[in-house]
């Protein structure tokens, strides 16, 4: 029963971090990043298991892991009121062309990412953009005036 506590308090916790980590940050890891999570992951896993290295210990925790990830969607899809916090919301980034620097500012990103995610999609100017939308996966979306 240990175990299943212990993961349930590392996966609450790993959720908290990700969701203040930013989806931005998390949709563009870098080879960094990636160390970092396995580092962490390692970490993570010494906590939960301690000194358990047996096959049950660590089919505990994956199970539990599992249903955790399971159940949280299912919370997410049957309470629409809890989604934003488990899933975040979109966040518009422009709107009706004009750059909305409040909402870069408050997900940590600058307006050359933007643009080089424009371009990315082959809009060549952001004055095309009628709307921009960061969604909740951290990819952004564009809406194009149609313009040109």
Do not use: C
Not at 58 to 68: E, K
Not at 70 to 79: C, D, E, I, P, Q
Not at 111 to 119: I, T
Request: charged fraction near 20%; hydrophobic fraction near 45%.
């Amino acid at each position: 029963m240990d175990l299943v506590l212990r993961t349930i308090f590392v996966f609450l916790l790993i959720l908290v971090l990700t969701r203040a980590v930013g989806r931005r940050e998390l949709s563009s890891m870098e080879p960094f990043d990636l160390i970092l999570l396995v580092v962490i992951g390692d970490l993570v896993q010494q906590g939960v298991t301690q000194s358990d290295y047996s096959l049950t210990g660590t089919t505990t925790v994956i199970v539990t892991m599992a249903a955790l990830v399971v159940f949280t969607a299912w919370l997410s899809y049957r309470f629409t009121r809890l989604r934003p916090v488990l899933e975040g919301h979109p966040t518009l980034l422009i709107a009706d062309g004009e750059v909305l620097q409040r909402n870069l500012r408050r997900q940590r990103m600058t307006l050359e990412e933007v643009r080089a995610e424009a371009r990315l999609q082959s809009i060549g100017s952001l004055g095309d953009v009628r709307y921009a939308v960061l969604e909740t996966n951290g990819h952004i979306s564009f809406i194009t005036s149609g313009k040109g």
